[in-house]
């Protein structure tokens, strides 16, 4: 059974940055940053394939959100500059256990099957 303990989140103005971090226990794996705000669907942020070479970023993001691990620490990262109140939601990390490339990115919220608890990011205007 894979664990997934995230932390990071907060409150911070238009134009701050926060870094959200993700544990997960017993391996490495493809993973990703999924977010959900107030009445909207759950939607893809970025993602990372289990060796770390290889990136995704939702275009809302791209420029602005930069993903990471350390596959020592079994630990994703999510670092966020230039957020904006569009930003607002609860972050989601996700996991993977089945991959045997270690280069494949994975985007939809069915392809993971392990989910951290959620830390919730407010950007104030």
């Known amino acids: 059974q894979v664990q997934l303990v995230e932390s990071g989140g907060g409150l911070v103005q238009a134009g701050g940055s926060l870094t959200l971090s993700c544990a997960a226990s017993?391996?490495?794996?493809?993973m990703g940053w999924f977010r959900q705000a107030p009445g909207k669907e759950r939607e893809i942020v970025a993602a990372?394939?289990?060796?770390?070479?290889?990136?995704y970023y939702a275009d809302s993001v791209k420029g602005r959100f930069t993903i990471s691990k350390d596959n020592a620490k079994n630990t994703m990262y999510l670092q966020m500059n230039s957020l904006t109140p569009e930003d607002t939601a609860v972050y989601y990390c996700?996991?993977?256990?089945?991959?045997?490339?270690?280069?494949?990115?994975?985007?939809?919220?069915?392809?993971?099957?392990?989910w951290g608890q959620g830390t919730q990011v407010t950007v104030s205007s």
């Open positions: 996700a996991a993977r256990s089945q991959d045997y490339s270690g280069i494949r990115v994975y985007r939809e919220r069915h392809e993971y099957g392990y």
């Open positions: 990372i394939s289990r060796r770390g070479g290889t990136t």
């Open positions: 017993g391996g490495t794996y493809a």
